[in-house]
């Protein structure tokens, strides 16, 4: 009975036997416009729904994410088959230790097990990055489970980049640069490449992430940016960072997976 008891807790802290995630087949919307209804958040300095300075905040129908901590506002829910609809603007204001560096945030997909298992901030999960000039790039964030994905890829220098007609490589840690990343990319405040689809500071953005089965899409302002196949995990709670960067949100949306034609 004692190793039946050690083991279910070990299950329930990794998300097997918990609540069935939801599938998506109606749009669901995330984000009330009014509160954070939904959400928890997540703080690495505080831990959990404990927000002295008001990281998380709502008004005139958006989020505000302020970047102070890092941490999170995480669904109380788990989703899986969805197709994830967002509209996101950077804002000014950047903190220590990124207070110069590329404005950061991100959306983690599938997010299990416990909350800050990974650098006491984030969860087990697949990231959607959002950064000035990656946004779009896939990072494996290992915690308390498998994370890998399959892609097909080419190497540019130390950089692993989605290649549509490149060479598949199962992957289970590190990141993937969307195709049009800079080679050049640097870590500054207000990079923007070339080829760069995301809109200059200050215009909103609609970012999508299409996750059907063990497939996974990203689309940034209508192109596609970045995919992937063979994913684990495949369902789980989604993830929005605040990681030194403001960031606003008006728009979070889950519809059901478009049917192929």
């Known amino acids: 009975m004692h190793r039946f008891l050690v083991s279910l807790a070990v299950l329930l802290a990794l998300g097997v036997w918990a609540v069935p995630a939801q599938s998506v087949n109606q749009p669901i919307r995330l ?7 939904g959400f928890y958040t997540w703080l690495k300095p505080h831990g959990k729904n404990n927000d002295p300075n008001k990281v998380f905040t709502v008004q005139d ?51 299990v097990g416990a909350d800050g298992v990974s650098d006491g901030s984030w969860m087990n999960s697949i990231e959607c990055q959002m950064i000035e000039g990656g946004t779009g790039d896939i990072i494996l964030i290992p915690g308390q489970g498998k994370v890998s994905v399959t892609t097909p890829v080419e190497k540019r220098g130390k950089a692993t980049v989605y290649e549509s007609k490149g060479t598949r490589q199962t992957l289970t840690r590190g990141r993937i640069d969307w195709w049009g990343r800079a080679p050049e990319w640097k870590d500054v405040k207000g990079f923007r490449g070339k ?29 596609v940016v970045n995919a992937a196949t063979d ?4 369902r789980g709670k989604l993830l929005f960072q605040s990681e030194g960067a403001e960031v606003f949100f008006r728009r979070i949306e889950l519809v059901p997976v478009p049917t192929a034609k």
């Open 31 to 37: 984000f009330n416009g009014k509160d954070l209804t």
């Open 61 to 111: 129908g958006v989020i505000r994410i302020s970047g102070h901590y890092y941490g999170a506002a995480t669904t109380e829910k788990e989703y899986e088959d969805y197709h994830l609809i967002v509209e996101y603007n950077w804002g000014e204001k950047t903190w220590p230790p990124r207070v110069d560096k590329a404005r950061d945030s991100g959306i983690l997909l599938h997010c």
């Open 195 to 223: 080829q760069d689809v995301e809109r200059p500071l200050g215009e909103w953005n609609t970012l999508e992430v299409i996750c059907d089965g063990a497939k996974l899409t990203f689309i940034l302002n209508g192109t």
């Open 231 to 234: 994913v684990e995990p495949r």
